[in-house]
Antibody
């Protein structure tokens, strides 16, 4: 059974960089069968896709966040990571990592982490 | 970018009722639409992919239909454990979720 687990600080100061890691178990990121995504959800609001990475390191980001986002992968640790720079209170959200098995119509998230709340506050 | 609308934004129904949620895209997305269920404090769960395909392990009371710009998600007989928010999600040049429909028991 595939499992994903987010980890990282729950509190980040404004203007600093948010850093999270997703550890994948029960399957290998290097299999090449999936894309690996970050999705966030501000408290009480809807879901926003941040970006994805393939095991090779190729990435695709949401244009609205592209200037501040970096997603990287460490296949030796079966992990992928998110960095979001210059954060503000608007970046306060539950951050999810998810597996994208790319259904015939495109992105399709079949496994998710439990989510981690990141609060931006001084 | 393609815009997604969902209706209603919330609904209350009785156990056993048939519940229908609609999702409309601002332009043709073929059958490139998925449906998720999110219970409070939990991650979303994929229920329907490619508009009408039931994800493995999901009860058959859930179904989806539609293509082009208009899509429908149905719970044939609402159960207490179906209380959740339901999101549609499309993939155009980037993934995007609808605003969600909150379902509760009357």
């Amino acid at each position: 059974q595939v499992q994903l687990q987010e980890s990282g600080p729950g509190l980040v100061k404004p203007s600093q960089t948010l850093s999270l890691t997703c550890t994948v178990s029960g399957g290998s990121i290097s299999s090449g069968d999936y894309y690996w995504s970050w999705i966030r959800q501000p408290p009480g609001k809807g879901l926003e896709w941040i970006g994805y990475i393939y095991y090779s390191g190729s990435t695709y980001y949401n244009p609205s966040l592209k200037s501040r986002v970096t997603i990287s992968v460490d296949t030796s640790k079966n992990q992928f990571s998110l960095k979001l720079s210059s954060v503000t209170a608007a970046d306060t959200a539950v951050y999810y990592c998810a597996r994208d098995r790319y259904c015939s119509g495109g992105s399709c998230y079949d496994y998710w982490g439990q989510g981690t709340l990141v609060t931006v506050s001084s | 970018d393609i815009q997604m609308t969902q209706s209603p934004s919330s609904l209350s129904a009785s156990v056993g009722d048939r519940v229908t949620i609609t999702c409309q895209a601002s332009q043709d997305i073929s059958n490139y639409l998925n449906w998720y269920q999110q219970k409070p404090g939990k991650a979303p769960k994929l229920l329907i992919y490619d508009a009408s395909n039931l994800e493995t392990g999901v009860p058959s009371r859930f179904s989806g239909s539609g293509s082009g710009t208009d899509f429908t998600f149905t719970i044939s007989s609402l159960q207490p454990e179906d209380i959740a928010t339901y999101y549609c999600q499309q993939y155009d040049n980037l993934p995007a979720f609808g605003p969600g429909t909150k379902v509760d028991i009357k």
